[in-house]
C-alpha cells in the first residue's frame, strides 16, 4: 500500500495533462499529495499496522 | 520514545537527508517533491518488513561498510559546506563534526541518551521552522503561493550576498554588476560572434565586474560576491512558476523517479532497524521530513539568492542572514543544533551496522569511517551524490540480493547473496562511471544507478540459488521468515 503511494507520486508528474500542475489553495496538487497527504496516510498505515501487531 | 523507536528513526534522519531536502526544494528542484515523499515513508517500509540480517559474506560485509561510510561522509560534508559559508575551511568544520561524533558515540553510555538526542535535534529543526513562520509571517503553504507567484526569482535587498563553497558556473540572463567581497581570481567566459572568449580578472574587495546577458562567471570556491538586489538569480528557476512546477523532459522523468525512489527505499531497508515498537518511529521521519520541506520553502522565500553555490546546507544556513536579528539569532542556534544532534543521534544507530560487519574489528573500523569521511568532506562535493550513491549501493548489492535468495543456513563461500552482492556492486560500479555521459531517458541510470544494477544483483542472486532450493520454495530462510534482530 505504501508502495503505491510511492508510484503515484513517481506518475503524476508525466501524466497527460499535468493534473499535478492544478492548484488547490495555491499550492500545487503534486506537493499536496508528495508532501502532505500520502506521507500522513503512510504514517497512519504504519501505526496502524503497528497497533495491530501489537495486539 | 523508546531507544528502539529512536534507533529506528535516528537511523534516517540524518544532517544529510535534512539538508538535501530542504536545499532541493528551496532550489525548485523537479524531484523535490518525490525525493520529500520517499525520505518520509522508506523508514515506514523498513519499519514493517523484516530486518535486513547482518552481512556474513566478506563481500557483503565490504558493501556494508561502504554504505554506512558513505552515509557518515555526506553527514559530514553538510558541516563542511557550513564551515565554508561561514568563511571558515572545509576541512575545519569537517574534522570539528567528525571528531566530535565520533567521541560521543563511542561512550557506552551514549546508546542510552540517543532517545533525548533525537528528541532535542528534531525540536530544533521544528524551532526553525517556528522562527521562519514568524519572520515571513506565513504558513508554509502560504509561503509557497506566494513564492510560486513571483513573476521572477530575484535576489532580495540586503540579502544578496553569496559565498560559494565549490568551483561554480553561472550563467546571466540580463545585465549584472557583480561585487567582489575580498580578493580573488575570477574568470568571465563572453560571446562574440561564433566564438567564446574567457578573460581573467584579478579583483580586490569592493570591484564591480560588469557581465552582460549571455556571459558566464566562473568562480572558484571560497569565493565572495555581492549580487545586484532585484536582479534575476542566474541558474536559478526564471519565475515563481517555473520554480513551482520544475521542468524535465517526460523521457527522463519516470526512470529517473524510479531510480530516486529504489535508491531511496532501498536504502532505508538497509540502514534501518526494522520491527521497532511504539509510534515514535513512525512518526518522526513525518515531522522531520515536513520539517526539511518548510525550511526550504521559507529559504527561497526569505532569501532566493542565498541558495546560490552555498552547498547542501544553503536553505538551512542561508535563512538567519536574511532575518532580522532576533529571528536570525534563532534560525542560526536552532539550526546548527538540530544539524549536530541529528549527526549524533544517527550515528549511534549506523553504529550497530558497523558492528554487526566488521564484528571484533569494529571501534577501529568505526574510528577509520571519521577518519576518511573528515577527510573526503575537505573536497568540496555534493552530499546528494555522496549520499544517494551509497543509498543505491545498499540497495543494489545488499537489499536486492538479499531479497532474491534469502539467507541460506551455513551456506559458505560463493552464496547467492554473496554472487549477487558482486554483481550488483559491478553493475552499480559500471553505471556510475557513466554518469552524465548516457543519453536520454538511459541518463537516469547515470543518475541512479540503483535502476539497473539493483534488478541485476536480484537476477543473479535468484539464478545462483541451488535448485533444490527453488523447487521447494527456498530452504533459505526467505525475507518473510528471518527473525527480528
Given at each position: 500500500m505504501?508502495?503505491?503511494?510511492?508510484?503515484?507520486?513517481?506518475?503524476?508528474?508525466?501524466?497527460?495533462?499535468?493534473?499535478?500542475?492544478?492548484?488547490?489553495?495555491?499550492?500545487?496538487?503534486?506537493?499536496w499529495y508528495a508532501a502532505v497527504a500520502a506521507p500522513l496516510l503512510a504514517t497512519l498505515i504504519t501505526l496502524g499496522a503497528l497497533l495491530v501487531r501489537s495486539e | 520514545m523508546t531507544r528502539r523507536g529512536a534507533a529506528h528513526a535516528a537511523a534516517w534522519t540524518g544532517p544529510a537527508l535534512l539538508a538535501v531536502l530542504a536545499s532541493r526544494v528551496a532550489w525548485g528542484h523537479v524531484e523535490a517533491p518525490l525525493l520529500a515523499l520517499v525520505m518520509m515513508v522508506a523508514p515506514l517500509i523498513a519499519l514493517l518488513r523484516p530486518p535486513v540480517p547482518a552481512a556474513l559474506h566478506p563481500a557483503t560485509r565490504l558493501v556494508a561498510l561502504v554504505t554506512v561510510g558513505g552515509v557518515v561522509w555526506a553527514n559530514v560534508i553538510v558541516f563542511a559546506d557550513l564551515a565554508a559559508m561561514l568563511g571558515g575551511a572545509r576541512w575545519q568544520g569537517a574534522?570539528?563534526?567528525?571528531?566530535?561524533?565520533?567521541?560521543?558515540?563511542?561512550?557506552?553510555?551514549?546508546?542510552?541518551?540517543?532517545?533525548?538526542?533525537?528528541?532535542?535535534?528534531?525540536?530544533?529543526?521544528?524551532?526553525?521552522?517556528?522562527?521562519?513562520?514568524?519572520?515571513?509571517?506565513?504558513?508554509?503553504?502560504?509561503?509557497?503561493?506566494?513564492?510560486?507567484?513571483?513573476?521572477?526569482?530575484?535576489?532580495?535587498?540586503?540579502?544578496?550576498?553569496?559565498?560559494?563553497?565549490?568551483?561554480?558556473?553561472?550563467?546571466?540572463?540580463?545585465a549584472h554588476q557583480v561585487v567582489a567581497v575580498g580578493a580573488g581570481v575570477f574568470r568571465v567566459a563572453e560571446r562574440e560572434g561564433t566564438r567564446t572568449v574567457v578573460r581573467e580578472w584579478s579583483v580586490r574587495d569592493n570591484d564591480v565586474l560588469?557581465?552582460?546577458?549571455?556571459?558566464?562567471?566562473?568562480?572558484?570556491?571560497?569565493?565572495?560576491?555581492?549580487?545586484?538586489?532585484?536582479?534575476?538569480?542566474?541558474?536559478?528557476?526564471?519565475?515563481?512558476?517555473?520554480?513551482?512546477?520544475?521542468?524535465?523532459?517526460a523521457a527522463?522523468?519516470?526512470?529517473?523517479?524510479?531510480?530516486?525512489?529504489?535508491?531511496?527505499?532501498?536504502?532505508?531497508v538497509a540502514l534501518v532497524p526494522s520491527r521497532a515498537r511504539g509510534g515514535t518511529a513512525a512518526v518522526a521521519p513525518l515531522v522531520v521530513g515536513w520539517a526539511a520541506v518548510c525550511c526550504g520553502i521559507y529559504a527561497v522565500s526569505l532569501a532566493?539568492?542565498?541558495?546560490?553555490?552555498?552547498?547542501?546546507?544553503?536553505?538551512?544556513?542561508?535563512?538567519?542572514?536574511?532575518?532580522?536579528?532576533?529571528?536570525?539569532a534563532v534560525l542560526a542556534l536552532a539550526g546548527g543544533a538540530a544539524l549536530g544532534l541529528l549527526l549524533v543521534a544517527s550515528a549511534q544507530s549506523l553504529r550497530a551496522r558497523v558492528v554487526e560487519a566488521a564484528g571484533a574489528s569494529a571501534p577501529a573500523?568505526?574510528?577509520?569511517?571519521?577518519?576518511?569521511?573528515?577527510?573526503?568532506?575537505?573536497?568540496?562535493?555534493?552530499?546528494?551524490?555522496v549520499l544517494s550513491a551509497a543509498l543505491g549501493l545498499a540497495a543494489s548489492a545488499w537489499v536486492a540480493p538479499w531479497l532474491a535468495?534469502?539467507?541460506?543456513?551455513?551456506?559458505?563461500?560463493?552464496?547467492?547473496?554473496?554472487?549477487?552482492?558482486?554483481?550488483?556492486?559491478?553493475?552499480?560500479?559500471?553505471?556510475?562511471?557513466?554518469?552524465?555521459?548516457?543519453?536520454?531517458?538511459?541518463?537516469?541510470?547515470?543518475?541512479?544507478?540503483?535502476?539497473?544494477?539493483?534488478?541485476?544483483?536480484?537476477a543473479v542472486a535468484i539464478t545462483a540459488r541451488r535448485p533444490s532450493a527453488r523447487r521447494a520454495g527456498g530452504t533459505a530462510r526467505s525475507p518473510s521468515a528471518t527473525s527480528d534482530r
Open positions: 505504501i508502495l503505491v503511494l510511492v508510484a503515484v507520486a513517481v506518475v503524476l508528474p508525466v501524466l497527460p495533462g499535468a493534473p499535478g500542475a492544478l492548484r488547490a489553495g495555491g499550492v500545487s496538487l503534486l506537493w | 574534522v570539528l563534526a567528525a571528531a566530535l561524533t565520533l567521541l560521543v558515540t563511542v561512550r557506552p553510555a551514549a546508546d542510552r541518551a540517543r532517545a533525548v538526542v533525537l528528541a532535542a535535534g528534531i525540536a530544533c529543526v521544528v524551532a526553525v521552522v517556528a522562527a521562519a513562520a514568524v519572520t515571513t509571517g506565513r504558513t508554509p503553504w502560504a509561503a509557497w503561493a506566494e513564492v510560486a507567484s513571483r513573476p521572477a526569482l530575484v535576489f532580495a535587498e540586503g540579502a544578496a550576498d553569496a559565498r560559494f563553497t565549490r568551483d561554480t558556473t553561472l550563467e546571466f540572463a540580463e560588469t557581465l552582460r546577458p549571455g556571459d558566464r562567471l566562473l568562480l572558484p570556491a571560497g569565493a565572495r560576491v555581492r549580487f545586484e538586489a532585484g536582479k534575476r538569480i542566474p541558474g536559478a528557476p526564471a519565475s515563481g512558476a517555473q520554480w513551482a512546477a520544475g521542468a524535465r523532459e527522463r522523468a519516470l526512470p529517473a523517479g524510479l531510480g530516486l525512489a529504489m535508491t531511496l527505499l532501498g536504502g532505508a532566493p539568492g542565498m541558495v546560490l553555490g552555498s552547498g547542501t546546507a544553503a536553505a538551512l544556513a542561508g535563512m538567519p542572514g536574511a532575518a532580522p536579528r532576533a529571528a536570525a573500523t568505526w574510528t577509520a569511517l571519521f577518519a576518511l569521511a573528515a577527510a573526503g568532506a575537505a573536497w568540496p562535493i555534493d552530499a546528494w551524490r535468495a534469502g539467507v541460506q543456513p551455513g551456506a559458505k563461500g560463493w552464496s547467492p547473496v554473496a554472487l549477487g552482492s558482486i554483481a550488483g556492486a559491478l553493475a552499480f560500479g559500471a553505471l556510475a562511471a557513466f554518469d552524465g555521459r548516457l543519453p536520454g531517458g538511459a541518463g537516469a541510470a547515470g543518475d541512479y544507478p540503483a535502476l539497473v544494477a539493483a534488478p541485476v544483483a536480484w
